[in-house]
């Protein structure tokens, strides 16, 4: 029995995250990302900020993401990349309702590393996530693209309808309902995400950004603001009253 490490080998913690051979089978990816980048998750959200302070009496929220290819860290089985429109419950930082894209990055034999990208839906109080569901990406994946997902209260509960819109005549596909949240309002939000570390990209932009009222009215947004930024190298930067988009940068909120 041998035991070769990889001259790219990185370890954390005394475990190594090298190729490993045994038996003459691979039983490890190559060439992957340091643990502690694929740990670190960093996050950019940008809301709606009217006056003096957050917007927290909207019943929905919509917002056009572009479609976008982004570099990822080679980070086997995991979320490397996520976009989303995004509800604040009740304007409280931490309870949140989200539909959007994401990035999972694996590794197979004989194909290497690669990325598929989905749909998802997620809820969660006080910064544990609740539930939610995923699935294929349902639009076409051309970069540059812009697709629509959209938030809505079901009136009366604290239900959630979450949605996409392809943009090419279909109209709107329900991807999932959200039940039972604990809010059935909060703050208009657009968040961009990753996990791998500052080689990888953070490109998002967000437009056409809209609020739902009580009365089932869509409105524009009137002061997109930056609510929260620890990314290392990258910011958010405003282009109007409905749509921002994220740069290279070290400014945060």
């Not at 056009?64 to 990349?81: L, V």
């Not at 931490?94 to 290497?112: F, K, L, Q, S």
Request: aromatic share 12%.
């Amino acid at each position: 029995m041998s035991t070769e490490r990889g001259a790219r080998e990185r370890t954390r913690l005394g475990t190594s995250l090298a190729l490993i051979v045994f038996l003459g089978v691979w039983i490890g990816p190559p060439d992957s990302a340091w643990a502690a980048d694929c740990d670190l998750k960093e996050q950019i959200f940008w809301a709606d900020e009217p006056g003096a302070g957050w917007r927290t009496d909207a019943y929905g929220t919509m917002d056009d993401i572009r479609f976008t290819t982004r570099d990822t860290a080679n980070c086997d089985g995991t979320m490397t990349a996520w976009s989303t429109a995004h509800i604040t419950g009740g304007g409280r930082w931490g309870d949140w309702v989200e539909v959007g894209w994401r990035v999972i990055t694996r590794w197979a034999p004989r194909i290497g590393w690669y990325d598929t990208y989905e749909w998802f839906s997620e809820w969660g109080v006080n910064f544990r996530s609740q539930g939610g569901r995923h699935g294929p990406y349902p639009c076409a994946q051309e970069a540059g693209s812009f697709h629509r997902w959209r938030v809505t209260n079901r009136p009366g509960t604290n239900d959630w309808n979450v949605y996409v819109n392809c943009l090419t005549g279909e109209g709107y596909v329900l991807l999932d309902t959200l039940t039972d949240t604990g809010h059935h309002r909060g703050t208009p939000t657009g968040e961009t995400g990753r996990r791998g570390g500052t080689d990888t990209g953070m490109s998002d932009r967000h437009r056409h950004l809209k609020w739902k009222d009580s009365a089932g009215g869509w409105n524009d947004w009137v002061d997109p603001t930056c609510r929260f930024d620890d990314a290392s190298n990258w910011q958010g930067v405003r282009d109007s009253a409905t749509e921002y988009h994220t740069a290279k940068g070290d400014d945060d909120c």
